[in-house]
């Protein structure tokens, strides 16, 4: 029976470690962003009976069910997953832990494992993507925990998202998790948690309870900017989605006996319109174009609540990048199959932030007291098109030599390619670094090797 086996050290104690595994965001925190991982059942603990079923991507709408089991396990030392059902012969995955002196440790994730015989000639391949799959694991778990030590010797917070059903709300709620907060999260849907509550902006319709329970309140909810042409309607569900399920969260919490501390909501870097040669940090003005004047009807929906003592930030972020949603994910397609390129005349500038530093300066926002008001999410570097564009070109080993014509990018998107694709966005993250904030990846070089690898 094949086996594989990856063992990194880590500078935290076991104890940090094997925790970090046990809280409820971990599983989604190590699904791959390269590959669709949907778990139809999530796994409440890793003791022994416990079963997680997922539904897993492997080629398009294609894919396969897998059902596993927790076996063995002595906390702070291994748990085990084993094949019930799913795509294998016989799948045997043990996480083990092992102190190295009193400050560090040792994960090595150790699987055995054989195929359907007539899958076995493509063993190679299951070999090389286990290979992917937990450098990427061990990268990001590292990440995590550089991230959270920053603020573990300060209480957890009960924390409550609106908009979480996007890949960074997605993201960010498994990753406040893992640093041992308890997260809630506001649905429209009927609740399938006893942590999901539901609400109707609407309808100006907001769980009180849910409200006055909270420490934090972060909203990220808004219909997607570039998911079609800018039309008269569009542009009004774009304003109405942002600005009233704000309005809705400003008047609950107004209204509620016990208020949070914080009430972080979503902006975009798109407040300072098109920067051109300038470069724009939190005390720019407001541009002239409709994504500054979505940006800045967001955020004066949100300031009633600072009249009541709650701090409030207005995150102005910049182009996310992640391999699992937002812009890149979008681009890497056409990347990879060697007929990427610039964009118009490619001098245009882009403000960008890597995921992993974005989740990081939520919970940054979330303890720093002296932070509120707008504060620019993006990363120190700003790059052109044409630089970012090289740039994936070279990580991916594929050419960046057919450009898009502006005419072209006019035609597909409207009024869109103007704002968001052919003009500059350059903002400069001040607040962020004078209030002590250190990013991860500060260069677009270091970011991409991470973000999608």
């Known amino acids: 029976m094949p086996t594989f086996s990856w063992q990194s050290c880590f500078p935290y104690t076991v104890s940090e470690l094997f925790a970090w595994h046990a809280r409820p965001g971990a599983f989604a925190r190590l699904s791959p962003p390269w590959r669709s991982v949907k778990a139809i059942s999530a796994p409440k603990s890793l003791r022994p009976g416990t079963e997680v079923q997922l539904k ?12 596993l089991r927790h076996g063995e396990y002595r906390e702070g030392e291994l748990f085990t997953d084993e094949q019930v059902r799913g795509p294998f012969r016989a799948w045997r995955h043990r996480h083990i832990f092992a102190p190295l002196g009193a400050t560090q440790s040792s994960l090595n994730d150790e699987i055995a494992y054989s195929l359907p015989l007539p899958a076995q000639p493509l063993g190679f391949i299951v070999a090389r993507d286990l290979n992917r799959l937990f450098r990427f694991r061990h990268s990001l778990l590292a990440r995590d925990l550089e991230l959270h030590a920053r603020w573990r010797a300060l209480p957890r917070k009960r924390i409550l998202i609106a908009g979480s059903s996007g890949f960074v709300g997605k993201a960010l709620s498994a990753f406040l998790s893992t640093a041992g907060h308890e997260v809630h999260t506001l649905v429209r849907r009927t609740p399938v948690a006893e942590s ?31 998911s079609g042409r800018w039309t008269a309607a569009k542009k009004r569900r774009l304003m109405e989605s942002r600005v009233n399920s704000t309005q809705a969260l400003a008047r609950a919490i107004a209204s509620s006996s016990m208020k949070p501390a914080v009430f972080i909501v979503a902006s ?57 949603g937002g812009a890149l994910k979008l681009m890497l397609p056409a990347f990879r199959a060697g007929v990427g390129g610039v964009l118009g005349s490619g001098q245009q500038r882009m403000s960008w932030i890597a995921l992993q530093d974005l989740l990081g300066l939520v919970e940054h926002a979330i303890y720093t007291e002296s932070l509120s008001g707008p504060v620019n999410a993006v990363a120190p570097q700003i790059v052109t098109n044409r630089e970012f564009t090289k740039a994936l070109g070279k990580y991916l080993k594929r050419p960046t030599i057919l450009p898009v014509p502006a005419a072209v990018l006019r035609l597909l998107f409207g009024e869109l390619a103007d704002a968001a694709l052919l003009s500059s966005s350059a903002a400069a993250p001040r607040k962020a670094l004078e209030s002590g904030y250190s990013f991860l990846f500060p260069d677009i070089a270091s970011a991409l090797s991470f973000e999608c690898p």
């Open 56 to 67: 897993i991507s492997a080629l398009g709408p294609l894919g396969f069910s897998w059902l």
């Open 196 to 226: 999901e509550h539901q609400w109707d902006p609407a309808q100006d319709s907001v769980p009180q309870h849910a409200i006055e329970a909270s420490d934090v309140i972060i909203h990220l909810g808004g219909e997607n900017i570039a």
């Open 268 to 324: 975009g870097a798109g407040f300072y319109g098109d920067t051109g040669s300038s470069l724009a940090d939190e005390s720019g003005s407001r541009g002239d174009t409709f994504l500054a004047s979505l940006a800045d009807a967001w955020e004066r929906a949100a300031l009633p609540v600072a009249e009541h003592g709650v701090r409030v930030v207005n995150l102005r972020i910049g182009t996310v990048l992640n391999a699992a």
